[in-house]
C-alpha cells in the first residue's frame, strides 16, 4: 500500500485537498456580505446620512468586484503570492475599519473610510482568483458544480462568520468587524502551499464526489438557518453559542474525510498502475508527448499572434477557444454580459447592502434585522449551488444555454425588489429568501459562461473583467438613487417635525415610502437585464446545442 508518509504527501499535494482548502478559504471570503450587520455601527460612531453609508457601501462594492489586479497579477506570479498579497489586505482594511469604529484612532475622512473597506474588500478577489480559478483548471470538466459548490461557501460565509463571532466576542457586532479581519487572513496563510493548478485528469466518479460535498453543504446551511431561528427565539448563552459554532467548525472538515477517502482511492490506484505491463506506460507516455507538441504548437501560433496584438482584436476565434483578454473584452457577448450584469447584481447588491436600514425603516427589531442578513447569506449559497448544479445538468442533458438560467434567475430578483417596494406583514423575510437566492445564483453563471465562451487561458483576468458591471451598477442604483431617495424621505419627516438637519447627529427615516420608489426602480432595471440577457441565449444557442466539453476529453484522451 506504500509508505503512509508519502500517502500524506501526496494526499497534501492532491486535487481533492486542494479543494478542501478552496472550501475553508472560501467560507471566509464573504465578509462584504455582513455590511449590513455592523454598517449601523459605522453609521451610528462616525454620524453618517444615508447617502455617505451608501457611499461606504459603493467602495465596499467595488473592492469586492473590481479583481482586474488581482487577475493580472496571477498571470505572471504563483498563487502562494496571490493569496499571501490578499491575506494582507484583508486584515489591514478591516483592521483600519475596526480601530475606526471603537474609536481608537481619531475619526477619520469620508475618503479614508472608503479606502479602507475598498482594501478589505477587494481581499476577497485574491482568494478567488486563486483558489476558484485554480480549482476551475483543475476540474475542467465539472467547472459548473465547482463554481457553484465554492460560490456557495462565500455565500454561507457571513453566517458562518456570524456563528463564530458570537461564540467569541458575544453580541458585540463591532467586534465583528476585528474578526473578519483577521480570520479570513489566517485561512488563506495556512492554506497558502496547498493551492495550486495540477495536471487535470479524468475521474469516473468525479460528479459523485461532488454532489457528496454538495450533501455536506446543505446540512451545514440547513444548520445554520435553524441556528438562525432559534437565536431569534431564545437568549443564548455564550457556551450555547460556543457549542453552535463548535458544530460548524466539525461540519466544514467533513470535506477533509471525503478529500482523503478520494485521495486514498487514487492512491492505491497509482501503486496498481506502477505494477502494470510496461505497454500501458508507453500509451500514457505517447499521449503526454501529443499534448506537449500539441501545446508547443499552440506557443508558437499565439508568438505570432502578439506580433500584432491589436489586429487579432477583431479576429476573433470561435466560441469556446482561447480569446486573448482584449479579444474578450471587445466581443458583443462580453458586452451583453457586462449589461446584463449592471443591472442584476447592481440592483441585488443594493437591495443587500441596504438590508439593514429596509428592517429598519419598517420597524423591526434590531435582532430580526440581524436574522435579515443571516437570511441572505444562507439563500446567497442556496442559489450558488442550484445554478451551479441544475445549470451543469441541464446543459449535459438537454444543451439548455445557461444564459436561460441567468434571465430566469433576474425575473426572480424583480419579485424580491417588489416585495420591498409594497411591503406587508412578514414580506421581508420572504424577499430576504429571495434576494439572497437571486443574488447568489447570477455568480456562478456568469463566471461559467465567461469560461465556456472565451477559455480558460486567461480566465484569472477574464472572470475578474466580468464582474466590473458590479459596482457600477451599485454606484448608480445604491449611492445616486436608493440613497439620495432615502434621505429625501428622511429630509421631509424632519421637516414636518420643523426640525432641521443640523439638529440630528444620524438622518433617519421610518415608514413604506423610505424604499417604495427606489425599489420600484431596481426592479424595471432588473427587468431590462433579463431582457439583455435573453439576446445572448440567442446569441449562443448554437454554441450550446454542440458539445462544449469535448476538447476536454481529448485532451484527456479520452474519446
Not at 22 to 49: C, E, N
Not at 167 to 180: N, P, Q
Request: glycine content about 8%; some cysteine.
Amino acid at each position: 500500500m506504500g509508505d503512509p508518509w508519502e500517502f500524506a504527501v501526496h494526499a497534501i499535494n492532491g486535487r481533492w485537498f486542494s479543494v478542501f482548502a478552496s472550501f475553508l478559504i472560501m467560507a471566509g471570503a464573504g465578509a462584504t456580505y455582513l455590511f449590513g450587520t455592523y454598517s449601523k455601527d459605522i453609521k451610528a460612531t462616525l454620524g453618517y446620512d444615508q447617502t455617505t453609508l451608501n457611499l461606504l457601501g459603493f467602495f465596499k462594492d467595488l473592492g469586492a468586484n473590481v479583481g482586474v489586479f488581482s487577475g493580472l497579477l496571477a498571470e505572471v506570479t504563483p498563487t502562494w503570492f496571490v493569496l499571501l498579497v490578499g491575506s494582507a489586505m484583508n486584515f489591514a482594511g478591516y483592521f483600519m475599519i475596526w480601530l475606526a469604529v471603537t474609536q481608537k484612532i481619531a475619526r477619520p475622512a469620508v475618503w479614508q473610510m472608503c479606502l479602507y473597506i475598498c482594501i478589505g474588500a477587494n481581499s476577497q478577489n485574491f482568494a478567488n482568483t486563486g483558489a476558484l480559478v485554480t480549482c476551475v483548471k483543475n476540474f475542467p470538466e465539472s467547472r459548473g458544480v465547482m463554481l457553484g459548490l465554492l460560490k456557495g461557501f462565500v455565500g454561507l460565509s457571513g453566517a458562518i462568520l456570524t456563528q463564530f463571532y458570537l461564540a467569541i466576542y458575544g453580541t458585540d457586532s463591532k467586534s465583528l468587524i476585528l474578526l473578519i479581519g483577521w480570520l479570513p487572513a489566517a485561512l488563506s496563510v495556512v492554506f497558502v502551499h496547498t493551492i495550486r493548478e495540477r495536471k487535470p485528469e479524468r475521474q469516473p466518479n468525479e460528479l459523485r464526489v461532488f454532489y457528496h460535498f454538495l450533501y455536506v453543504s446543505i446540512v451545514l446551511a440547513l444548520f445554520l438557518m435553524a441556528m438562525n431561528i432559534v437565536e431569534k427565539q431564545v437568549d443564548f448563552s455564550k457556551a450555547a453559542y460556543a457549542g453552535s459554532a463548535a458544530v460548524v467548525c466539525a461540519m466544514l472538515f467533513i470535506p477533509l474525510i471525503i478529500a482523503i477517502r478520494e485521495d486514498w482511492i487514487q492512491w492505491n490506484l497509482k501503486n496498481q498502475d506502477g505494477m502494470k505491463p510496461a505497454t500501458e506506460t508507453a500509451v500514457d507516455r505517447t499521449l503526454d508527448i501529443a499534448r506537449e507538441v500539441k501545446s508547443e504548437v499552440s506557443k508558437e501560433k499565439e508568438k505570432k499572434t502578439i506580433k500584432s496584438c491589436f489586429h487579432s482584436i477583431w479576429n476573433k476565434p470561435e466560441r469556446g477557444e482561447d480569446y486573448t483578454i482584449l479579444q474578450a473584452l471587445s466581443s458583443m457577448d462580453m458586452l451583453i454580459l457586462f449589461a446584463a450584469t449592471f443591472c442584476g447584481l447592481g440592483g441585488s447588491l443594493t437591495a443587500v447592502d441596504n438590508l439593514g436600514q429596509i428592517g429598519e425603516s419598517l420597524g423591526y427589531p434590531t435582532k430580526t434585522i440581524k436574522s435579515f442578513v443571516s437570511l441572505v447569506s444562507i439563500w446567497n449559497y442556496f442559489g450558488r449551488v442550484f445554478s451551479g448544479f441544475v445549470s451543469e445538468s441541464l446543459l449535459v442533458r438537454y444543451k439548455m444555454p445557461r444564459p436561460l438560467m441567468m434571465t430566469f434567475v433576474l425575473l426572480l430578483a424583480c419579485v424580491g425588489h417588489l416585495l420591498i417596494a409594497f411591503p406587508f406583514s412578514g414580506s421581508v423575510y420572504v424577499a430576504s429568501v429571495i434576494m439572497g437566492f437571486a443574488f447568489g445564483a447570477q455568480l456562478p453563471l456568469l463566471f461559467a459562461i465567461i469560461s465556456e465562451l472565451f477559455g480558460l487561458k486567461y480566465y484569472s483576468t477574464l472572470f475578474n473583467c466580468g464582474q466590473l458591471a458590479s459596482p457600477l451598477g451599485s454606484y448608480i442604483l445604491n449611492v445616486k438613487i436608493t440613497g439620495l431617495l432615502y434621505d429625501h424621505e428622511a429630509l421631509k419627516e424632519l421637516a414636518k417635525k420643523g426640525m432641521k438637519r443640523s439638529s440630528v447627529k444620524e438622518l433617519i427615516c421610518m415608514g413604506v415610502q423610505c424604499y417604495r420608489v427606489p425599489f420600484i426602480i431596481l426592479s424595471s432595471v432588473t427587468l431590462f437585464g433579463a431582457l439583455i440577457s435573453l439576446v445572448l441565449v440567442m446569441r449562443t444557442r448554437k454554441f450550446y446545442s454542440s458539445d462544449i466539453y469535448k476538447k476536454f476529453r481529448e485532451i484527456h484522451g479520452v474519446s
